[in-house]
């Protein structure tokens, strides 16, 4: 039973390129949650999807930072023009309830992401 | 809004010590409180819980407290072993959202 698989796990990318980052959900779970960890920071909420669906976008930068969750394949976090202060681990969670479900919430390994 | 702020590591034990990690919140609300443990190269893994006010979580020999006259979830374990390496993160939750602690690294030596 295959848990939640994140890549690549690390991504290095020049200033105003763009990163694609994605995250497989458990099998069954239709609930995904992206975290970012900023250096020396706690993981901090960006983003609660459900399949087609953005739930909830508070935690997310309102530029350069988008995220979707197609019928088929993996939920994908993109960052366009990055910056080096975008250089974090994202940690992508999900889990098969919605709502009240943190305890649920199954994580991956984590794409650490470096901005030359 | 909510945080948390936990004892700052890295921490090095040798085998059997006594092991505590402070974690105290600032939050709206009633959140629920949990201690999350990543082992090299691997997710994060939910290792205890508490729900109220005097709840106390336990597994795998770690225990925390909620205390909401101090705001704290403290873990502790008596009696560490080298499989107990890890970064253990502090985290509260409202709704779907958890908000984490930077992390504190755990070095346990036999």
């Known amino acids: 039973n295959a848990g939640v698989m994140q890549n690549p796990r690390h991504l290095v990318r020049r200033r105003g390129q763009e990163a694609r980052l994605r995250c497989s959900p458990m099998?069954?779970?239709?609930?995904v949650y992206w975290y970012r960890q900023l250096p020396e920071e706690g993981l901090k909420f960006m983003v609660y999807l459900q399949k087609e669906n953005i739930i909830d976008e508070s935690g997310m930068p309102k530029e350069r930072f988008s995220a979707e969750f197609p019928k088929e394949g993996p939920s994908i976090l993109r960052i366009q023009q990055v910056v080096r202060g975008d250089s974090a681990a994202y940690f992508c969670a999900s889990s098969n309830s919605p709502g009240l479900s943190q305890e649920t919430q199954y994580f991956g390994p984590g794409t650490r992401l470096l901005v030359l | 809004g909510n945080s948390v702020t936990q004892m700052e590591g890295p921490v090095t034990l040798s085998e059997e010590a006594f092991l505590t990690i402070n974690c105290t919140y600032t939050?709206?609300?009633?959140?629920?409180l949990f201690w999350y443990v990543q082992y090299p190269g691997e997710g994060l893994q939910l290792l205890l819980k508490?729900?109220?006010?005097?709840d106390k979580g336990s597994n795998k020999g770690f225990e925390a407290t909620y205390r909401k006259e101090t705001t704290s979830f403290h873990l502790e374990k008596g009696s560490v072993q080298v499989s107990d390496s890890a970064v253990y993160f502090c985290a509260l939750g409202n709704d779907y959202k958890l908000s984490f602690g930077a992390g504190t690294t755990v070095t346990v030596r036999a």
């Open positions: 099998k069954g779970h239709s609930h």
């Open positions: 508490a729900t109220k006010a005097d």
């Open positions: 939050a709206t609300g009633y959140p629920s």
